[in-house]
């Protein structure tokens, strides 16, 4: 029997409860695979990833550096067609009250509207999307 799946709108606000983030925008993108999140100060260093989510801009940076032993390099295809590596990291996320998990891929995004994308691969089986709708999961939080 094939689960019932949430309908999400376009963009919403998710939490990310290892990052210790919450309510962070998030652009629902049907026409990317991957999910991406705003990160900077991305280094390896000593077979380990270090990193800092979002910038001082945005109200939830915290400042916190975060450190991966597991993790990826994969190759992503952007929007104008340039295909660039980029780390990928596994993390969890929280919509409609349920802990998923997810992988992301870690990009400086502060040239976007959007901190978060979440792409194809994540709502692939679990959600539904309608462009009409907005923060369908934030507003159940509330």
């Known amino acids: 029997m094939e689960q019932k799946k949430e309908i999400i709108g376009r963009i919403d606000k998710v939490d990310f409860p290892l990052l210790e983030l919450s309510d962070i925008d998030a652009k629902i993108d049907t026409g990317v695979y991957t999910s991406s999140i705003h990160c ?24 916190k550096r975060f450190t991966f032993k597991n993790y990826d390099m994969t190759a992503v295809k952007s929007s104008n067609g340039k295909v660039e590596m980029r780390f990928a990291i596994r993390t969890q996320i929280l919509v409609f009250n349920k802990t998923y998990p997810i992988t992301f891929t870690l990009s400086p995004r502060d040239d976007m509207r959007f901190p978060v994308l979440i792409g194809r691969k994540f709502l692939s089986g679990k959600f539904l999307v309608d462009p009409q709708l907005e923060n369908q999961s934030y507003n159940q939080k509330l």
Do not use: M, S
């Not at 991305?42 to 910038?55: A, G, N, P, S, Y």
């Open 40 to 63: 900077i100060g991305i280094r390896e260093v000593d077979k380990t990833l270090q990193c800092t989510f979002l910038d001082a801009t945005h109200p939830e940076y915290n400042g």
